[in-house]
């Protein structure tokens, strides 16, 4: 009976740890919405509550990592609970440094804006490739509540459209600065704001990664798509 009730306490506060990542992630697609729309509408006020926010996320991750260090100190977790402990820890830090690369966003947008170039670059661009990193990080965190790894594995493919928004943003750019040298500053701020975005949708697919992780006990970072895919069957 002392067993049973030790892992009925050990699951509820596990889901109380869950519930709170899962808050965390609705703080920071929030953040990545109200960036994203900052840049696109050139609105300082977005670009504000997106800065405005980054205490509280930075807050609930140390307050999260707490509470996980405290669970592994009482509970002496099995190995597949650790793994699941560790695996959440590194998702809230990536949930974190999403946080991060907003506020980056909106610091750069809020620049722009104030340089008074905004209306003169083809901000525009960036739509596609942010509405994929947060459409990418909304799966993840759904993923990562289900514990799917069938979900997981279709978000370490869809990275890779980003990845080539990315790479067709930078040709873009390099033309427009070729035909005209004056626009190289404020094109280079663009670049700035193009790699924050791309590294949403790699913190995106870290999180796929954790969820295998979980699931099969695989690390499958640095493995071929095939073999990954060999693994979850």
């Given at each position: 009976m002392a067993d049973k009730h030790l892992s009925t306490q050990f699951d509820s506060e596990l889901?109380?740890?869950?519930?709170?990542?899962m808050e965390l992630g609705g703080m920071v697609e929030s953040q990545i919405r109200q960036a994203v729309?900052?840049?696109?509408?050139?609105?300082?006020d977005a670009a504000e509550r997106v800065i405005e926010t980054e205490p509280r996320v930075n807050a609930m991750e140390i307050e999260i990592d707490?509470?996980?260090s405290s669970i592994i100190a009482r509970r002496q977790p099995t190995a597949r609970d650790l793994r699941l402990l560790i695996a959440i820890s590194k998702t809230t830090a990536n949930l974190?440094?999403?946080?991060?690369?907003?506020?980056?966003?909106?610091?750069?947008?809020k620049s722009i804006i104030?340089?008074?170039s905004a209306r003169a670059l083809p901000c525009s661009e960036l739509r596609i490739a942010a509405d994929l990193a947060s459409g990418l990080l909304?799966?993840?965190?759904?993923?990562?509540a289900r514990l799917d790894t069938a979900g997981a594995l279709s978000i370490l493919k869809e990275d890779d459209l980003i990845d080539q928004e990315f790479d067709g943003f930078v040709r873009k750019l390099v033309t427009y600065m070729m035909e005209d040298p004056r626009t190289i500053s404020p094109s280079l701020d663009l670049l700035f704001l193009a790699k924050a975005i791309?590294?949403?949708?790699d913190h995106a697919k870290n999180i796929a990664?954790?969820?295998?992780?979980?699931?099969?006990?695989?690390?499958?970072?640095?493995?071929s798509m095939q073999e990954i895919e060999s693994a979850l069957k």
């Open positions: 889901n109380g740890v869950s519930s709170r990542v729309y900052a840049l696109l509408q050139f609105d300082t707490r509470e996980l974190e440094r999403v946080g991060d690369e907003s506020t980056k966003i909106a610091r750069m947008v104030e340089s008074g909304r799966k993840a965190l759904d993923a990562f791309e590294r949403i949708g990664e954790f969820i295998i992780y979980i699931v099969k006990g695989e690390d499958v970072r640095h493995t």
